[in-house]
């Protein structure tokens, strides 16, 4: 059995989890990036992706949709992230929707004249929903 350390996922509405974990993988700006007991003390910027995380003592991962913030390595792993979801309880049919809605008004809105800003938020809501769309059929797959 490997070496577990405390575990901790924050959002700003609440403590997302608390436990003791073996191994961590986050999205990290720069890719996925795992985290074990001892690790070299970190602080990294989190993307949009998939989190995965084994519990001490279990074989299987946790999976959950995670979108920014940032990880905080050192004797202890903290997410502090601005979205989480766990994988099992995500809504692919809001997801899909709003996936679907995303991607209608990106496509009418590519214009040099169109608000940078605005496009740079519906492209990264387009990719929250994506996200959640993969981490819902990850969980699925894992559980059967």
Request: aromatic content about 10%; hydrophobic content about 35%.
């Amino acid at each position: 059995m490997a070496k577990s350390f405390k575990f901790e996922i924050v959002t700003p509405e609440k403590l997302f989890y608390l436990g003791e974990a073996e191994l961590v993988i986050a999205r990290t700006v720069s890719g996925d990036e795992g985290f074990m007991a001892n690790h070299c003390w970190a602080f990294k910027l989190l993307g949009t992706g998939e989190l995965k995380f084994r519990e001490a003592g279990e074989k299987g991962f946790k999976l959950a949709a995670i979108s920014g913030g940032f990880v905080d390595v050192s004797d202890n792993v903290i997410i502090y992230t601005d979205y989480a979801e766990w994988s099992d309880e995500i809504d692919v049919e809001r997801a899909n929707q709003q996936k679907e809605r995303e991607d209608d008004w990106l496509e009418h809105h590519q214009s040099p004249d169109e608000d940078k800003e605005e496009i740079a938020e519906h492209k990264n809501a387009a990719q929250r929903a994506a996200n959640r769309q993969k981490v819902a059929a990850d969980g699925d797959r894992q559980r059967h």
